[in-house]
């Protein structure tokens, strides 16, 4: 696998001094510094497009993303001796945001809403991030597809018994919130923001944020879309909060930490707690079971249901406090 990295990094003009693997790809030093190659089957028009937002951002004062570079041909894809197509990236060598620490985690968020005020381009629809309203109605019909059908199971495993446990709540709040969603305006914030041109990094979370003193660089805009920036912001919160049993001292830090480098608008504070109380891990458990082999379950996904089951209450207290 390195020998086909330093293929690629010919195609590039680089040299490699070192390597070693990282999270999904291969990471080399070169006389350029260090560099990322992973493989890639993403389209040309959506990389051109993404070359262009990251470029724009980095010309904004932010030099430190893993900015696509071009071959020698000028080209975003490269290709190996099998004809598999790979992408070059710049790379920074530190550590990842520690979801332990509240220092790295204001670091983040405030890292997240600089970027937010300059992640704005012409709006391309075919990478415009689909309706909110949308996505949760899927999800809710995927929950109560996959509880019809483990209900008719004669033998229930484990894992099955438990998810009929505790299904019914998780199911409420999933409507629920569909329903709030619907008469909360969020289709004008959504219109408002899609006539911006406003973009979402799509995956920001603790392991695309690295540290290396002063220095923050942001990784992994693979992702990217169109859609109301509070997403990347409720996406961030959530990966956190899991992790610290939803406090709220925590949560409210977080959003004070945004809004000093870009305010919220009461529509978008709306949209943040939306977001919020929609039971995504719990959806996304049931979304694994549903498309996976259902002979064998892995017992930490039985342990992850018993901790959403634990976690319910603070999370209710979360968002009835915290807004």
């Known amino acids: 696998m390195y020998d086909r990295g330093l293929w690629i990094l010919e195609q590039y003009g680089l040299t490699a001094k070192s390597s070693c693997k990282g999270r999904g790809v291969l990471l080399y030093e070169t006389q350029e510094g260090w560099v990322s190659i992973k493989e890639c089957g993403g389209t040309k028009q959506k990389l051109e497009q993404q070359y262009t937002l990251m470029e724009k951002v980095k010309n904004s004062e932010f030099p430190y993303l893993d900015c696509l570079r071009r071959n020698l041909e000028g080209e975003l894809l490269s290709c190996d001796r099998e004809d598999n197509t790979y992408v070059v990236r710049d790379w920074y060598s ?29 709006v391309k629809e075919e990478y415009v991030r689909e309706s909110l309203i949308h996505e949760c109605m899927r999800h809710n019909a995927e929950i109560r597809k996959t509880r019809k059908f483990i209900h008719k199971r004669q033998k229930k495993s484990a894992f099955e018994m438990k998810l009929l446990s505790c299904v019914e709540p998780f199911l409420e709040k999933g409507e629920e919130m569909v329903e709030n969603l619907k008469s909360s305006g969020y289709e004008e914030l959504r219109n408002l923001n899609l006539e911006n041109g406003s973009i ?35 996406h961030f919160m959530r990966k956190i909060l899991e992790k610290h049993n939803w406090d709220i001292a925590l949560g409210e ?14 529509r978008e504070l709306m949209d943040l707690r939306l977001r919020l109380s929609y039971p995504w891990k719990f959806w996304k458990l049931v979304n694994h079971y549903s498309n996976n082999n259902k002979v064998w379950i892995s017992g930490k996904n039985v342990e992850k249901l018993e901790q959403l089951q634990l976690q319910f209450g603070n999370w209710q207290n979360f968002l009835k406090n915290i807004f």
């Open 200 to 234: 979402c990094h799509g995956d920001y979370n603790q392991h695309n944020v690295i540290f290396s003193g002063s220095r923050t660089a942001v990784t992994n805009f693979d992702r990217w879309n169109y859609d109301i920036q509070t997403a990347d912001l409720y």
């Open 94 to 122: 530190g550590k990842e945001c520690d979801t332990r620490s509240i220092s790295d985690i204001e670091r983040a968020v405030e890292m997240l809403a600089a970027l937010h005020k300059v992640m704005h381009l012409e």
């Open 253 to 266: 830090g977080m959003i004070e930490t945004y809004q000093k480098v870009r305010p919220l608008s009461e």
